[in-house]
């Protein structure tokens, strides 16, 4: 077990990363008080890594150059074991290079790479994309923290809204059956400001792809507030189980699920990023504390 997860530690803050998925599975306050949606029944994840697709592709297949490969929802490397390349006491460093079993859906040589820092006032991840191949590397990855909703007892759901950096008056995204609709929806972001509910995320969940602002605030009138921060990325998710659920998703993206009438090659995919022989993508996002 101790090979499997590392607890990283700073100014009385406390997380845990997992080797399984390099999910991040913790991420304690100074006071003790978890943060991170504890895979309930409801859904049994922490905060799991897009990669190397955000969202859905048609019929769960990739094409590429006249083949097609099977891929889940959101990609393999969430289920994927990372080798350990660094562990200190307030930060780790895993990474996962492309194996037979990759290559059997994602037919790409590539190294993921993830960098945990933890801090007094937050955690830093840093997520790299190294092409080891001759080919170039279609990709896309997303970040997917779930956090308590609410963050502390005693607080109702309903008095939380996300503050973005900046306006965001562009219309948003919706999915049917996980692929990305075709026409976009007016926005529920009034100025800076998403008043959260439960009847928000009745259609799934609520994409900005045409996203301004780099940073948005989680939080209620009192307690404690989370402020997710991001740079690479350029669009976000933000995502409850439909239904209801005690838990608010807020995601970093830089992709996201195929249009309901896209059927060409991975490659050609609208969000994809292209990374070129011996070339690297580096993208980061911060948990800060409030």
């Known amino acids: 077990m101790k090979d499997e997860i590392h607890t990283l530690s700073s100014g009385g803050m406390s997380a845990i990363v997992a080797a399984h998925g390099a999910e991040l599975q913790s991420l304690r306050s100074a006071d003790g008080h978890e943060l991170l949606w504890q895979a309930g029944p409801q859904w049994p994840r922490h905060a799991p890594l897009l990669f190397p697709i955000v969202g859905r592709l048609k019929n769960d297949e990739l094409r590429h150059q006249g083949k097609t490969y099977p891929m889940t929802q959101h990609g393999f490397a969430r289920d994927q074991r990372f080798n350990w390349?660094?562990?200190?006491p307030g930060h780790c460093t895993l990474a996962l290079t492309d194996n037979a079993e990759t290559r059997s859906?994602?037919?790409f040589a590539f190294r993921l790479t993830l960098r945990f820092l933890l801090t007094p006032s937050g955690l830093e991840v840093s997520l790299e994309i190294i092409n080891t191949g001759d080919d170039m590397l279609p990709a896309s990855i997303g970040a997917h923290p779930a956090f308590n909703w609410p963050l502390t007892g005693g607080i109702e759901k309903e008095i939380y809204r996300l503050t973005f950096a900046d306006d965001e008056p562009a219309p948003i995204r919706r999915l049917r059956d996980g692929l990305l609709r075709a026409a976009s929806e007016p926005s529920p972001i009034e100025g800076r400001a998403l008043a959260l509910g439960e009847q928000l995320?009745?259609?799934d969940a609520i994409i900005l792809d045409q996203l301004r602002s780099t940073s948005v605030r989680y939080a209620a009138d009192?307690?404690?507030s989370i402020?997710?921060?991001w740079q690479g990325f350029r669009q976000l998710g933000v995502w409850s189980k439909p239904g209801g659920a005690p838990f608010l998703c807020i995601e970093p993206w830089?992709?996201?699920a195929s249009p309901m009438d896209f059927d060409g090659e991975f490659a050609a995919k609208p969000g994809v990023m292209q990374i070129g022989r011996g070339e690297k993508r580096v993208l980061n996002y911060r948990i800060g504390l409030g």
């Open 85 to 88: 390349v660094e562990r200190g």
């Open 105 to 107: 859906r994602y037919p």
């Open 201 to 203: 995320f009745a259609d």
């Open 222 to 224: 009192h307690g404690p």
């Open 227 to 229: 402020e997710m921060s």
């Open 254 to 256: 830089h992709g996201f």
